[in-house]
């Protein structure tokens, strides 16, 4: 077999630690090299140019490019060795940079290093058998999970470029956080009223289905192929048959309910309907507050409704759907603000999160767009508000930047203005975030037209005195302690991912940090995909993100699913597990410890064996070494090439020593 | 509470002098519940506020030397200490000697070495820990009814929280539950963890008027009767002070300022003079005087809605 070895000096990014061309004529020495050298930019189009021009002079059989991690370019030079005329699996990479010229100074032995890695995936070559992909069918339904504005957009541009929808929505109606907001930063213009029309396109898009009260239960099959488990959970009500025409609402006499549509600053009936533009408009019960559920007495929602839709023994039902993509927009949930034990961790009535304020401010929540304390229903005139409750702080484990804080705080302190013009406005702040479009704009028109008077710097502590709240902190820019006697305090609490992420995560197999926002493929070249083919993100659950930035990554998540449905038939990865029958004793032991339920079992000649169903497997390998025959092998990771790996290094061992 | 309550028992200076009410009525509360405390043999200052600004590693040996005095008594627990500022000290030395480089440097210094086996804990952790609220209630004679306190932790008992590992270090409840079990109701006190002042009051008097004055202002305004404090400094500095705060405030404040074992001494049946309410600068005892009428009309307080829901 005739390789040639290829070593990226990648600018200074290797080249700066590495003595790329000694490694290059180290290569020149191993078995079955035929040719090697070292290139500027191997990925480059010069680069990839110098690769087929070589493979095509030396008439070589593989190559291996010593560069950066395959995560990177391994896909950029598969296809450069296919266009040499070689098989694509023909190729192996040597990272050197992640894992050599990046974590190391010293130049000899990262030299070393590179030497041994590039040794190694020779050797692996060497073994390496040209593999063939498989072409297979693809579902193109979609399946957005989360219904809020990034879903919502989703859903819309996926149906209005024609493929069937599914929307899974895990409350009982879509909106999301954005229909819990009154206004929106920087234009001030209703929420509801630019989100409604959304909400109502998505109930009336033919090519939409929509499951609220839903949640995924389970995820099978493989991009193009998924099928998912769909829980509805009961809502008590059978929503074929209610109209939402809130007879119910009127008459349940359970009216001091938990309202978390409302932030639990207002109560609503124990049969409800969250708000007034809801989608689905229906009715659900809450079995917590309900007397009907407590006590067995009641049943007055039954009696007043028109259709006879109220349903005590309802059930979860569950539902399959099998789609070929899936857009995850679960979106972000506050972080639990009561470990600021020095803000009143709830012990204080006044001290609200700005998810609160935003329901008191909005016509349509529990006050009536009145702004009163929670306390004594009393209409506040100094407010204090303090910024980065859960941002940028080490000390509670959220160190990141919110990045919606500031600009909805500036809002809320110009609206305060608007409801109580004899209101004064304080806004604690740590410095002021106001990247976007008109943005730093409108955080200067609060400070300067609307009066409201920033301090910079943090609050120590708030406590209640003689009817007010006492908020103490220090303006770092005058040097002085701060004290402000505040009627009201408003906490700017950080966000975090959604409850439940990481479980959701798990079941679609891609991952999550450690705050519970999904990670996407890469940082910089794929911000909605994830390392999950067929699985892509949307809105708050990658990260946090103002409404025009998740509203652009449900259109960006869209337009993936689009293109990847554009083909009607997708290539499989044969570098997948496969079975030797004349080994296999049909123990099944491989098929109990796969995740993904690639491996079934067949009958060959009235023998058990097991068999790879390939477009399910991902390759992972741990039914290799499961198999106590070795007969089930990772097609280009069998057990010889990775001794073979090993006995490379122990090679290059030898010759030191 | 099968096991018997033994421990190693670190008086500090200031129960010989300026706090010997705490003193004496720590060892009188421990003993009627069960804790026998066995004084440390020879113990030594705890180098108290002015060691460790000068050198961390005397500073450590001081307390290091009553460490390793404790660890030689037999069949103790815990080493217990009423003064949170011996507390933080006796905490901190222990804590910096986990790091085995310092700890060298320290025994160097000592005759035997500090083994670093004992927890230490304030005696306040270990009558909420150990007996806890449920356990004090039944034994309680003389309920404290109708006396409204602000429990006054002070800025170290709780503080740094990964050191001192007891209670909330922005809103403790350990006095709060105790003072409850005692018949009596702690009125939310926002400034729990608030400085008094501390050792300022020697050179800086003003600092201490303003922040100790802060401190009977809120707990007043908060409906309090008195201040229930767990420090020494704390309690001198709110009570022996309190004259020199209202000149300085120009308020009039004649708030009584308890430590919790006089409290619990009392509810448990001992006498106003064995938990040495007397050493009080601002003397408690119309207070407590008034609490039997007190309690009588809370009571009828309580009747009166309750009969009023009766009949609607």
Known sequence: MKIGVFVCHCGSNIAGTVDVVQVAEAAKSMPEVAFAQDTMYACSEPGQQGIIDAIKEKGLDGAVVASCTPRMHGSTFMRTVARAGLNPYMFEMANIREHVSWIGKDKVANTRKAIDLVRMAV???????????????????????????????????????????????????????????????????????????????????????????????????????????????????????????????????????????????????????????????????????????????????????????????????????????????????????????????????????????????S????????????????????????????????????????????????????????????????????????????????????????????????????????????????????????????????????????????????????????????????????????????????????????????????????AKVLSLFSKDQLQSDPQVSKVDLKRCVGCMKCALTCPFGAIKETEVRGEIKAQVIETICQGCGICTSTCRQGAIQLQNFTDNQILAEVNALLSSETEEA | MSQKLRYAYYPGCSGQGTSKEYEQSTRAVCEALGMELVDIPDWSCCGSSPAHTVDHRLSSALSGRNLALAERLEGVSAILTPCPSCLTNLKVSAHKMKDPEFAAEVNALLDFPVRNTLPVKSILQAIYEDVGPDALSPKVVRRLTGLKLAPYYGCIMNRPPDIMEFDDHENPIAMDRLMEAVGAEAVPFPLKVECCGASFGVARRDIVQKLSGKLLDTAASNGADAVVTACPLCQMNLDLRQDQINVANNTSHNMPVFYYTQLIGLALGMTPSQVGLEKLEVSPMALLDSLPARAEAQAQAAKKPASKGAQS
């Open chain 1, 123 to 361: 050797a692996k070559l060497a073994q390496n058998r040209p593999l063939y992909s498989q072409s297979f069918s693809i579902n193109k339904r979609v399946m957005i999970i989360g219904g809020g504005v990034a879903g919502i957009q989703a859903a819309l541009d996926c149906a209005d470029g024609g493929l069937e929808v599914v929307l899974v929505e895990k409350t009982t109606t879509i909106g999301g956080k954005m229909a819990k907001l009154d206004k929106t930063f920087p234009t001030v213009d209703c929420s509801s009223c630019i989100l409604g029309p959304r909400m109502v396109d998505v109930a009336q898009h033919p090519n939409i289905t929509l499951h609220a009260s839903a949640e995924v239960d389970e995820v099978f099959g493989y991009v193009g192929n998924y099928q998912v488990e769909v829980r509805k959970k009961a809502t008590y009500v059978n929503w074929k048959t209610c109209t939402g025409c809130g007879a119910c609402m009127e008459k349940c006499p359970s009216k001091k309910s938990r309202d978390p549509f409302n932030e639990l600053i207002g109560t609503t009936t124990a049969i409800n309907i969250p708000f007034p533009q809801a989608i689905p408009k229906r009715a659900s019960i809450d079995r917590d507050s309900c007397i009907k559920f407590k006590t067995g007495k009641c049943g007055i929602c039954a009696k007043v409704c028109p259709t006879k839709a109220i349903d005590y023994d309802q059930q979860d039902e569950m539902i399959t759907e099998e789609v070929g993509a899936i857009i995850a927009a679960t979106g972000f949930d506050l972080m639990d603000w009561h470990v600021y034990g020095q803000y009143g961790a709830g012990r204080y009535p006044d001290v609200i999160t700005s998810l609160q304020y935003e329901r008191m401010l």
């Open chain 1, 363 to 558: 016509a349509s929540g529990p006050t009536g767009g009145h702004i009163k304390r929670p306390s004594d229903k009393k209409e506040p005139k100094t407010i204090v508000f303090i910024q980065c409750v859960g941002s940028r702080d080490k000390s509670v484990g959220r160190p990141y930047c919110t990045g919606f804080c500031c600009m909805y705080t500036a809002k809320q302190a110009i609206l305060t203005k608007d409801h109580i013009p004899d209101s004064e406005s304080y806004v604690f702040y740590m410095d002021i975030r106001a990247p976007g479009k008109m943005y730093d704009e409108f955080t200067r028109r609060a400070m300067e037209e609307y009066g409201a008077k920033y301090v910079r710097g943090r609050v120590s502590m708030v406590y209640p005195q003689d009817g007010k709240m006492i908020v103490r902190g220090v303006d770092t820019l005058a040097g002085a302690q701060v004290e402000v006697e505040a009627d009201l305090v408003v906490l700017a609490v950080g966000a975090e991912g959604a409850a439940g992420s990481a479980q959701l995560a798990e079941k679609l197999r891609i991952s999550y940090d450690s705050y519970g926002f999904f990670m996407e493929g890469h940082p910089k070249l794929k911000p909605v995909e994830t390392n999950t083919a067929g699985v892509y993100l949307a809105g708050c659950a990658q990260g946090p993100k103002d409404i025009p930035s998740s509203v652009a990554q449900g259109s960006a998540a869209a």
